[in-house]
């Protein structure tokens, strides 16, 4: 059996799961389960206790966070950037590059669009990958429904650093040059640009370290436990579909009032 174990693949994380586990370690791994489940055909267990007591905070510890740069106002990119990727899944994104600038590097096109690191085995796709003048690359992740008031008071940024984080380190998998930033643009749509803006986030040493420990961690929690907080219920997904019955309050989307309060369903 110790021999099986050993050859058993490392867990697969996303940015995704990382941002997900910053927040409650049980939303992530109940959507992994259904994910899981619908991909197999069979019904996959979430490995959390069903007598797990709920945690007040996620076990996850703090990212570096010094050095972010906050940015009012539109990116604009250099006649000399080029545009090397973008998500093809994702169908909202803005249009930050002239056709001439756009560079697709073949090897990451559809249906080979995923960004994958296996030394660590993360993988991801961010918006986009900007190659500038000077040859570094830069991921963007677009965040269209994030105005950009009070971003210093808002505590949700710090899971769109988490998220930036994991995508320099996929493009320094895939590209072959490590990022010396990402970057989170904020649209605004309804208000026609008035509160764009833009986030620089640093990624070094420490960004990567801490990056390594946490998917190492998220891989050896065996308890993956709630975390009830009204910040993280209201828009969690197994609430809204009735998979939690520790949600410390219901689901934003007017969530009928039966369904998450029934047994643990994984
Ligand atoms: S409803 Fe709350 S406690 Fe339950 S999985 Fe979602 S965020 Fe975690």
């Excluded at 030394?119 to 677009?142: A, M």
């Amino acid at each position: 059996m110790a021999a099986v174990a050993q050859l058993r693949p490392p867990e697969h994380v996303t940015p995704h799961d990382l941002v997900t586990y910053s927040r409650c370690p049980y939303e992530m791994e109940l959507l992994r389960t259904r994910h899981a489940s619908i991909v197999t055909g069979q019904t996959v267990v979430a490995r959390t206790p069903l007598d797990v007591v709920p945690l007040r905070h996620s076990p996850l510890f703090t990212h570096p966070n010094l050095g972010v740069i906050v940015n009012d106002g539109r990116l604009d990119v250099a006649p000399d950037d080029r545009l090397v990727y973008e998500d093809q899944g994702e169908g909202d994104l803005p249009i930050l590059f002239a056709e001439e600038q756009i560079r697709a590097d073949a090897r990451y096109r559809p249906p080979n669009d995923t960004l994958v690191d296996p030394t660590i085995g993360l993988s991801g796709r961010p918006d986009f990958v900007i190659q500038r003048r000077n040859g570094e690359y830069v991921p963007v992740e677009y965040k269209s429904t994030h105005l950009f008031v009070g971003y210093h008071e808002s505590h949700g940024r710090t899971f769109d650093v988490i998220q930036s984080i994991a995508e320099c380190r996929l493009v320094h998998a895939a590209f072959g040059h490590r990022p010396s930033h990402g970057i989170i643009l904020y649209g605004d749509v309804a208000g026609d640009g008035e509160h764009e803006g833009w986030v620089q986030i640093p990624y070094g040493d420490a960004e990567e370290r801490w990056l390594r420990a946490a998917i190492t961690q998220i891989r050896s929690d065996d308890t993956r436990a709630p975390v009830p907080a009204e910040r993280n219920c209201v828009s969690c997904a197994p609430n809204k579909n009735g998979r939690c019955r520790y949600a410390a309050a219901r689901y934003g989307d007017g969530h009928p009032a039966s369904p998450g309060w029934g047994p643990l369903r994984a």
